[in-house]
Structure formats: C-alpha cells, structure tokens
C-alpha cells in the first residue's frame, strides 16, 4: 500500500515524484480510486519541477474530463487527509440539482399544452442524455511499447522526446524507463492511455511513429501490453 504525507511540501512532492518516477499510476497499472484520493488531497497542480508528478496531474485531470475513473486500487494513504472519492471531485452535490428540480416543478402546468420552450428545453436534455452515454461507451486501454533505437549511439534523450511530441486527443504518455537488451544498446519501454474511439496504436505506430522525422531514432516498436480499462 502506497503511503504519502504532507503532498503539499516540497519533500511530500519529491517523495510523489519518486514513486511516480517508474509508474504511470499510484497503484496498479490502471487510473483507480487511489489516483483520485491523492489528486484530491494536492491543492494545485505540481510544478514543471516535479516532472513525473506534474506528468501524472495532468493525465489523472484529463481522465476525470473524460470520462472519470471507476477502478479501486489496491489502497492508499495520504496522512492529514481523509479519504477522497470519485464523486467528490468530479460530481457536484446533489442537494443542489434536488432544489433545481423542485424549482421547475412549481413552474410546471401538468394539465397545460407543451410550449416551444419546453419542447426545446426537452429536446436538448434528450441530446445531453445521448452525448453522455456515447462518452462512457467510449472504452480506455493502458498500452506498454517497447521503441528499439538503430544502435547503442542514438540518442536515447532525444529519442524518448521525440516519442511524447506524438499528442492527439485520446492520447496521454505515461511513465517510462530504458531496458537494456544487449551490446550496449537500451530500448525505450513507455506506458500510454488510450481513448479507444479516437486513438489506433497500430496506425500511430506505422504512419508517426516509423516515419521521418522520429525514425531518425527510432527503429522498430512493439506493443507489449495492451489491456482495456
């Protein structure tokens, strides 16, 4: 169980920092509930000086744009905080909507005609209503890629920087490292995200990917691990 304090400091930063330094995610392989506790107990977005945290921010915000996150996590603790869930972050209090909604029942006639603005109001509650339920049809998938330089005199720094220039909506790079596979040579191993719906990872990989200019660096990739979330 991964366990943080005092995430507002520098030292509780550094120490986010770390943990996120091999991880796209607090726990597991997937955004979860963990994710959400630690974002909600952060009370602005790290710095740029804290790279991988500020990487993980980013990515945690635009899921919960998105879609949201429904996974568990295995658990987390964050002390001087108390437990954050989903809905308290992303979904505003209920009271709120109960009081609108007696509100527009006082406006009401049941036994009057449909007027055109409550044939409008209908009509785009309908369209909402529909929007919203294609968005969580939309399925997410966790991706690892090995990415192979051409020999052991490439550079990997640029290679990797490269790599994340690739941005497009539905796409968002996650943790990485370098593997050693043999003469010296160290491949690129790189976690993404993935909006299904709007991202194909084969076509990334042939039509961006292995094409000028990246394919100065970059040899071959292979997929890994592609699991949905």
Known sequence: MAAFSNLNSDAGLKKLDEHLLTRSYITGYQASKDDITVFGALAKAPTSQYVNASRWYKHIDALLRISGVSAEGSGVIVEGSAPITEEAVAT?????????????????????????????????????????????????????????????????????????SIQQEGLFWGASKLVPVGYGIKKLQIMCTIVDDLVSIDTMIEEQLTVEPINEYVQSCDIVAFNKI
């Open 92 to 164: 505003p209090p209920a009271a709120d909507s109960k009081d609108a909604d007696e509100e527009d029942d006082d406006d009401v006639d049941l036994f009057g005609e449909e007027t055109e603005e409550e044939k409008k109001a209908a009509e785009e509650r309908a369209a909402a209503a529909k929007a919203s339920t294609k968005k969580k049809e939309s399925g997410k998938s966790s991706v690892l890629i090995d990415i192979k330089p051409w020999d052991d005199e490439t550079d990997m720094k640029k290679l990797e920087e490269a790599v994340r």
